[in-house]
């Protein structure tokens, strides 16, 4: 071992041990939000699920550019930890746990920290089988591979990711590929590729089936944290609402409500911040944040934390001079009436054409004209903003999703949208989100609370 090499040996020692004494949990990316018995309960129930298969799940490999690092939702979900180029292996048969990790080398502990293969006791501290390097994945999978009978549950439909689901990501995938020289295949394809090279006698099997039935109904961790979520995003909100004005820009009201959100703990936006004003409010994903408000504008703000790997979607709409005008007034009585009908139908059991039909009977006994809008069952929430989970099956308790009727007028410069994140209970529904006032009155009151307008 040269000098140069002993330097970033003792460096990396001396960080480690500091980063220990302070908190080591933390260091060590084990989340505050989730426990222990939590993660030995999900891996346990998707073994259940599996026979005698041998499940493969890959961490994230590597950053995005000038973003927080955020873990690979599947992995995240049975694990709890924010290690790189991780791979976790259930085993159905013994129901063993086993975590591979990169063997990192002085400078790597230096540049990024040390991962779980050094912390002491880590095995049992994840409620792990055990924690092993990298290198010995492959032996143990040949260990473990029982002739043509054998099966490895691997992710087979596209991954999710903190903004999209996964048809979405089939999508956007299908886009890029119209241009021949941008048709390349997914990392989760090459790793597919890879086993069936090493494995050519074995069964792949899609586990995404399987995780996305747990990942549809959330656990009381879960639960607990999305209600701190819908709490620091609407107070998010609120902030932006108190400090819009005639004269600011769309960035100035994003950089409020992103300062809050990070002050209360959040990693950042569950998706690009949306603050469309005046023509902007009429582009439903609008995300320039460029142009300057007037007088007379709509704000159109959509806007989520992402809090312990769990996102919130809320929009509200409002009047940066203080005051709806008569024709916008008009327009959002709609779109809230419409909302608010859909939340009052929520409870299990409800699909959505009971939701669309309880709004049309409150729009008939209130005698308003919908305008085309119906109502109905939003997308689902969760890791993933618009989240994993199948459509058109009737609401059970657990379930979380958005719901966010709208009407555009692009040539009265009118949008609006009223959105919240709705948890379906066992009697109801629980509206996440609230804390930030969606009634005409209620935000009027809010805005008229901002020092005088110059």
Known sequence: MNLKTKRYFFKAII???????VEPGLFFGQRTGYSREEMIKRRENL???????????????MDQPAAHFRQDNDFFYFTG???????LVLNGKTKESFLFLPHQTAREEIMEGPNWLKMEKNAERLGLTRVMELSEFEEYLARNTRGPKSKFYVRLSPRDQVDM????????????????????ISL??????????????????????????????KTEEEIAILRRNGKL???AIKEAMLTSRP????????????????????????????????????????????????????????FGADLDQLCIDITRTWPVSGKFTPEQREVYEIVLTVQKACIEAYRPGVTADDVRRHVEEELKKKKIDARGLRGGIGHYVGLSTHDVGPTGIPLRPGMVFAIEPALYYPEKNIGIRIEDTVL????????????VPKEIDEIERLLAQRPRLK
């Not at 689901?165 to 021949?180: C, D, L, W």
């Open 247 to 302: 004269g600011m820009y769309e960035y100035e009201i994003e950089a409020v409500a992103i300062f809050h959100i990070l002050k209360g703990g959040a990693r950042g936006p569950a998706y690009a911040p949306i603050v469309g004003s005046g023509p902007n409010t009429c582009i439903l994903h609008y995300n320039k944040n460029s142009r300057r408000l007037e007088e007379g504008d709509l704000i159109l703000m959509d």
């Open 233 to 235: 995003t609407a107070e």
């Open 165 to 184: 689901s996964r048809g979405e990501m089939r999508i956007f995938m299908a886009r890029k590929n119209r241009i021949h020289y941008n048709d390349l």
């Open 81 to 87: 930890i924010e290690d790189k180029n991780a791979i």
């Open 47 to 61: 073994m259940n699920k599996v026979g005698d298969g041998l499940i493969i799940l890959f961490g994230e490999a």
């Open 188 to 217: 989760d394809e090459h790793r597919v590729q890879k086993l069936k090279e090493r494995f050519p006698e074995v069964e792949l099997h899609d586990v995404t089936p399987l995780i996305d039935e747990m990942r549809l109904i």
């Open 424 to 435: 379906i209970t066992a009697n109801g529904c629980e509206v996440l989100t609230k804390d």
């Open 15 to 21: 960080i480690t041990l500091l980063f220990l004494l």
